[in-house]
């Protein structure tokens, strides 16, 4: 079964602070997602990433994220500034080669922020 | 408004019993409705898809059902075991032209001893 791997499982850090969570998705896939979920609340998307490109992006992404692929396999999640709730999972998913474009998830990264 | 709604909230079941629970989306266009199974802090896994046109979908001890016309999709865990403790997530996708998954807040399950 395909796999998506992230890192840090877990980040604290300071408000205010820039955090970087990084994903590595299927081997060769072009697509990407980000989606975010807040303790006791849903998944939420955040953004989705083609070919280099931001290709839709949710209210929830402002100008304090970015996302980048800074090689070939990685692609990183940055928030500049954090703040207290920012704090929740943070998953990236990466699309199996299926016509239902079926998402597989990665384990998350948790991210507090203090 | 595009939203999906899940009940019961939460489900407690003894071992070997079966459950059903229930979804309702008022998500349009719709393209294809997904059952994702998630352990605590764990990502989601997906263990479902149907699009518009299927009723029913299967998968091992987990079969989902769809109808479209009244926008509502079921999940049925047969001879349930402790290990399918977890939250259900009902997730629907608006369109072929979107990447844009609307998850549902989810079903709580619990199975004991």
């Known amino acids: 079964e395909p796999e998506v791997t992230q890192t840090p499982s877990h980040q604290v850090t300071q408000m205010g602070q820039e955090v970087i969570l990084r994903c590595v998705p299927i081997s060769n896939h072009l697509y990407f997602y980000w989606y975010r979920q807040i303790l006791g609340q849903k998944v939420e998307f955040l953004v989705s990433f083609y070919n280099n490109e931001i290709s839709e992006k949710s209210e929830i992404f402002d100008d304090q994220f970015s996302v980048e692929r800074p090689d070939g396999s990685n692609f990183t999640l940055k928030i500049r500034s954090t703040k207290l709730e920012d704090s929740a999972m943070y998953f990236c998913a990466s699309p199996w080669a299926s016509g239902n474009n079926e998402q597989f998830f990665g384990p998350g990264t948790r991210l507090t922020v203090l | 408004k595009n939203q999906v709604e899940q009940s019961p909230q939460s489900l407690i079941i003894l071992e070997g019993k079966n459950c059903t629970l229930q979804?309702?989306?008022?998500?349009?266009?719709?393209?294809?409705l997904r059952w994702y199974k998630q352990d605590t802090g764990r990502g989601p896994v997906s263990l479902t898809i149907?699009?518009?046109?299927?009723n029913t979908k299967s998968n091992g001890r987990y079969t989902a059902t769809l109808d479209a016309d009244t926008k509502q999709s079921s999940l049925h865990i047969t001879a349930s075991q402790l290990s399918d403790s977890a939250s259900y997530i009902c997730?629907?996708?608006?369109?072929?032209?979107?990447?844009?998954?609307?998850f549902g807040t989810g079903t709580r399950l619990q199975v004991f001893p």
């Open positions: 149907m699009t518009f046109s299927e």
């Open positions: 979804c309702n989306y008022t998500v349009s266009p719709f393209s294809n």
């Open positions: 997730v629907v996708s608006g369109s072929y032209n979107t990447d844009k998954l609307i």
